[in-house]
């Protein structure tokens, strides 16, 4: 089969590789559509250190049963599918409870690190196991189906807060997540959503997609146009979207005393605290990883538009020009936000 390869650090080549092994667990999908996520981005010029060379990334897909391990019962070829990001064992005491994003035994589709490797979906095939696919609803297409992933991430990040009917709520960066972390706030009820960004376009279309007020980071005291637009106190909520730690330091200073932080961003390891802050003025914060069963729910809001994802999605292209356009993501291309590539 063909695939995209990252063959070395800001390397990929598009190249015949060797189809996947069909476990007797596993169900072979035909990729149809599988979209560039941010980590893969990172993933290819070596800074996160979780796409080890050589790899086959992409964790964001749909496609089509093409084949069924001699276990599998539940699933037959030509059914429409998509899959968790997150491969789970479904037996340790994480997945037992219902939390299989904190899988013991975890591995992610597309990502190799020194723990394993685990080949994506930037290929014709991939493999996967069965108890990880999901029905597409008959009105979804590929390309929306594929970016539930993401949908599932910033739905999973609002259910980790505490959210009651009409609080205000602080999103700081709005790339893919941070608007679909809008969406999901408009839909939980909250009363006024502020958004915080650089990017003056990606303002205008989280203000178009929920949020009450978008905020420019550098146009002044950010800290202080965010209280006043939540009363003068600062959001009862806020979700910080990149993972940087004067990006952390503008969502802690933009809450009320009591409110809570829920961190989905983590392009910075390791950031400073203050910790005083948080202690004084009682904040609770929530770690935020993937998701954890809740796409079933994200398929049905796809399928129903009530998260919409079309101005999301700036590209469709072959999976043969892969690469070129993650070099235009890697440079940051202005206007482009959520590629999706079909083999």
Known sequence: MKALVLKAYGHLKYEEVPDPVVGPEDV?????????????V???????GRRIPPII????????????????????????VTFDSTVYCGTCRFCQR??????????????????????????????????ILYR????????????????????????????????????????????LVVEALHLA?????VAVDLDQERLDLACRLGADVGLRADAGDAVVAVRDACGGVGADLAFEVVG??????????????????????????????????VVTRELSLHGSCASAGEYPTCLDLLARGKVRVDELISAVAPLAEGASWFERLHRGEAGLRKVILVP
């Not at 990172?42 to 996160?48: I, K, L, N, P, R």
């Not at 597309?110 to 723990?115: F, H, K, L, N, Q």
């Not at 961003?265 to 005083?276: D, E, F, H, T």
């Open 189 to 193: 009820g909250c009363g006024r959503i």
């Open 28 to 40: 072979l999908i035909r990729v149809k559509a599988c979209g560039i996520c941010g980590s893969d």
């Open 136 to 179: 597409l609803p008959d009105d979804l297409s590929f390309e929306r189906a594929a970016v539930v992933e993401a949908v599932s991430i910033a739905v999973h990040a609002v259910g980790r807060a505490r959210i009651s009917l009409n609080d205000s709520a602080l999103v700081v960066g709005v790339g893919t997540i941070g608007l």
């Open 57 to 80: 990334m992409g964790h964001e897909a749909a496609g089509v049963v093409a084949e069924t391990g001699t276990r599998v019962t539940s699933w037959k070829a030509g059914e429409r």
């Open 98 to 131: 219902g939390e299989i994003n904190l899988c013991d035994r975890r591995r992610v589709l597309g990502v190799s690190c020194d723990a394993y490797r685990q080949n994506g979906a930037f290929a014709e095939y991939v493999a996967v196991p069965a108890h």
């Open 244 to 277: 940087r730690e004067e990006t952390l330091a503008l969502a802690l200073a933009g809450l009320r005393k009591g409110g809570s932080l829920t961190l989905i961003g983590n392009l910075s390891p390791s950031v400073a605290l203050p910790l005083q802050e």
């Open 42 to 48: 990172h993933g290819m010029d070596g800074s996160t």
